[in-house]
């Protein structure tokens, strides 16, 4: 066994151990948490009752339907899109903003329009999972080295032999990257949505729990999930490693996109203008009902807009966003730069992260609410635990991937750690955590309204969920978009910063 | 002193490529007037050239004349702007021709197949009978060294055997005109060397035409019958060297006079074009 298996190993055992320690010595007030022993003991008795498979056997259906409609469905658009590049020049602004969208914004519209069942559920874990194949699928045609191409040409081979024997083993690596991703948007878009509103499910099981005070139940379906993705994610994992030395060298995209703002701007009024057409057809379809017009939407938009009781909504959810994100950026950015600085920790801890990440973390929203109450802070708490993971990684990997010769630079001229932390590894890390706040932000920003979806007395998810207890599609509608709007505007201006750091 | 070649060594298990369809003494490549040009960029030409059959002939110039765009253009991956290509007395248009072999400067061996798989993926394309596959797949992992590696991914092989992958893929096709494009580039001085006597045994073993496009005169002068100076952009020859070398020379040439004073001439031909090249990359802002 490895140093840093070794040291994870040991580290988790000596929490589990001082977890168990904290709960028997009743140091913590009972009730916050479950020792570990009792966790499993309630795991075990769960795991032989026919309802908890039951519940399990559900999510993993709405689950596995949803990546599998992601996976044909994602293929598809891809070839199509990488076929004919002006279209997807077109399209290429929603692809980029695609996961700065607050899905679960979307889920009581969906509610209101095909009932509360399965079908919002897996149409949410769709939309989810959908977009990370698209993406793999045009990198990995993108990524074809030409050289592979030409080399066909010249054994004299046809196109159809080129697509087959080619092409597809050629982008086959990155498309099994966005399947991966997929898999864990799928899961995470399943649960996530069981939890915020449903009747049925593993996810809908942990909000019954917390709900009915069962803090047992609650916690040994938290281990159970815990468990059961970290063994998916180290499967996952270790089949990707088989495969790597067939995969090829990483390699630079050969595409060469031209966008001008001009481009940039006609393409996103044509989507906008596709959406709104979309948005139309679907309301003659459904009715008024189930669907508010563009139109009514408006209407109704414009007193609630003027009202002040909606800009207090706006405000508490922009504190939130705020206070989440500098909490998730600076604990994220010196845990990133303690732990990249070390070889050993980054391979001891990275692991233990990606497995957490992989986490569907809207499960873990009961403990936060346990811990901080139905308050602003657990709101806070919550949004930095979508954050920080992902600045954390981009700066341990910014760190680790800095070119030695930097830093080697500085120690011939003789300057001490600190030195050599404030003017040679901080300034080098500065497009990376560029990067990192722009990653953040929406992943962030989506804990938050998830966070206010869920038991919020104030915000502007509250007002989403209280909208659908009164069938007000309008105001549903309305909130939807602006928070659509807004969270693809801030992204894009973060994608702006972004490159502009990553280019000077 | 004088170069002495070294003894003949004794004919090895590769097959002689398949007679030309063309009448022996009849030029394997005829270039006449050939020119290329990407819109208003004329890159290539006028090129009139002829190659004889079983020629090794390479083609050193400055960086941006040209070179691969002729290769590109007489291996059918391009067409030419004006002008014509024959090869075997029939026109090469756009189309790459039967027998004619590429290997180029990156790495092209399929990073998914085993060295034995890729070498034979061009034959299992044409639908040749698996005993054939194995034994041609066989004859070609021996001749260029690579028998332990036979079932290794690229990936765990170095430049050089890659390189070695893709030549071999190359040869199982038997191809009576090989092109090269600067095929060494990216390996170290002293592996360039040892491939170069590799390639130079590969072309006495086959008969094929070979065409070598390299940046290094060394290697241009060492390996070659002729050695064609191009000029910088629009690639032009400036002039056709006879280099004399005998048939069956390798790498230890480069200690005679004659080669010294070989690569002296070259490079006095290079030198001013290299030059123009530079400047013209100075004033393009690249």
């Known amino acids: 066994m490895t140093r840093a298996s070794a040291i994870r190993l040991w580290t988790i055992v000596a929490i589990i151990i001082a977890l168990e320690l904290v709960c028997r010595m009743h140091w913590v007030r009972p009730g916050l948490i479950v020792a570990p022993s009792v966790m499993v003991v309630e795991m075990v008795r769960l795991m032989g009752t026919a309802a908890f498979w039951s519940s399990v056997w559900t999510s993993t259906r709405s689950f596995l339907i949803a990546f599998v409609l992601a996976m044909i469905a994602g293929c598809v658009i891809g070839l199509v899109l990488h076929a004919f590049p002006r279209v997807r020049s077109t399209v290429e602004p929603l692809i980029s903003s695609w996961y700065a969208l607050p899905f679960f914004v979307v889920y009581p519209l969906l509610i209101v329009l095909f009932g509360m069942n399965e079908k919002p559920i897996i ?70 949505s069981e939890f915020i509103l449903a009747n049925a499910g593993y996810g809908y099981d942990i909000a019954f729990a917390y709900n009915n005070f069962a803090d047992k139940t609650m916690y040994a379906l938290l281990l159970f999930l815990l468990v059961a993705v970290a063994l998916i994610t180290i499967g996952l994992e270790r089949a990707s490693r088989a495969v790597e030395h067939r995969s090829g060298a990483s390699r630079v995209s050969d595409v060469q996109k031209p966008v001008t703002v001009a481009s940039r701007l006609a393409a996103s009024l044509i989507i906008t203008a596709v959406l709104l057409s979309a948005w139309q057809i679907t309301h003659f379809v459904v009715g008024q009902e189930a669907l508010a017009s563009p139109g009514v939407t408006l209407q109704r938009l414009v007193p609630l807009l003027s009202g002040e009781e909606f800009w207090t909504h706006v405000r508490e959810t922009f504190l939130a966003l ?55 802070a657990a709101k806070v708490v919550f949004g930095a635990m979508y954050g920080f993971i992902p600045m954390m990684l981009i700066v341990i990997n910014a760190i680790q991937s800095m070119n030695p010769a930097l830093r080697k ?96 | 002193m004088t170069y002495s070649p070294p003894p003949m060594t004794t004919p090895g298990n590769l097959e002689r490529v ?74 090469v248009d756009g189309q790459v021709p039967p027998g004619i072999g590429v290997v180029f400067q990156e790495d092209a061996s399929f990073p998914w197949l085993t060295v034995e798989r890729n070498i034979g993926f061009g034959l299992r394309r044409k639908g040749f009978p698996p005993q054939e596959i194995r034994e041609r797949v066989q004859r070609a992992i021996e001749f260029m ?103 069956n020379r390798d790498s230890r040439l480069a200690a005679s006079e004659e080669f010294g004073r070989l690569t002296t001439r070259i490079w006095e031909v290079l030198r001013n074009e290299s030059i123009q090249a530079m400047r013209a990359d100075v004033t393009s802002g690249i």
């Open chain 1, 123 to 192: 149409l949410i874990g769709f939309l989810y999972a959908v977009m990370a194949v698209i993406i793999g699928v045009l990198n990995g045609l993108d990524r074809i080295p030409a050289v592979l191409t030409r080399t066909g040409r010249t054994l004299r081979i046809n196109s159809i032999q080129q697509a087959w024997f080619v092409s597809l083993p050629a982008a086959a690596p990155y498309v099994f990257t966005g399947a991966k991703l997929a898999f864990g948007y799928a899961i995470t878009g399943v649960l996530g």
């Open chain 1, 322 to 376: 705020g206070f989440s994100l500098l909490l998730s950026c600076v604990l994220g950015a010196i845990l990133g730069a303690l732990v990249g600085m070390s070889a050993t920790a980054t391979a001891a801890v990275t692991p233990v992260i990606v497995t957490l990440y992989a986490l569907p973390k809207i499960a873990l929203y009961p403990v936060v609410l346990l811990f901080f109450g139905v308050s602003f």
């Open chain 1, 409 to 504: 630079t500085a120690r011939v001229m003789c300057l001490s750690q600190v030195q050599t932390l404030g003017t040679v590894v901080l300034p080098a890390m500065v497009p990376e955590v560029v990067t990192g706040i722009r990653v953040s932000f929406s992943i962030t920003f989506l804990g938050v309204m998830i966070g206010e979806m869920f038991g919020s007395p104030r915000g502007l998810g509250y007002v989403l969920m209280r909208s659908i207890t009164i069938n007000d599609t309008a105001t549903i509608m309305g909130v939807t978009v602006l928070v659509g709007i807004f969270a693809v505007v801030i992204n894009s201006s973060l994608v702006a910063l972004d490159n502009a750091a990553h280019h000077a």
């Open chain 2, 18 to 91: 398949d007679a030309p369809s063309a009448p022996s003494g009849a030029p394997s490549v005829v270039f006449s007037g050939v020119t290329r040009s990407y819109g208003p960029v004329h890159a290539l030409g006028p090129i009139d050239l002829q190659l004889r059959t079983n020629e090794f002939f390479s083609v050193v110039g400055p960086s941006g004349c040209g070179k691969s765009t002729m290769l590109d253009v007489l291996g059918g991956l391009n067409r030419p702007t004006s002008g014509e290509i024959l090869f075997e007395g029939k026109r």
């Open chain 2, 145 to 247: 060294g690579l028998t332990a590696f036979a079932k290794a991914y690229p990936s765990q092989l170095s430049g050089g055997m890659r390189q070695r992958v893709c030549i071999a893929r190359t040869l199982v096709m038997r191809p009576r005109l090989i092109l090269l494009d600067e095929p060494f580039g990216a390996l170290d001085q002293q592996t360039r060397l040892l491939m170069g006597d590799e390639l130079l045994n590969l072309w006495r073993r086959t008969g094929a035409t070979v065409v070598l496009i390299t940046h290094s005169i060394d290697e241009a002068a060492m390996l070659a019958d002729r050695v064609g100076v191009m000029s910088a952009r629009p690639g032009r020859f400036i002039e056709v060297i006879e280099t004399g070398w005998p048939a």
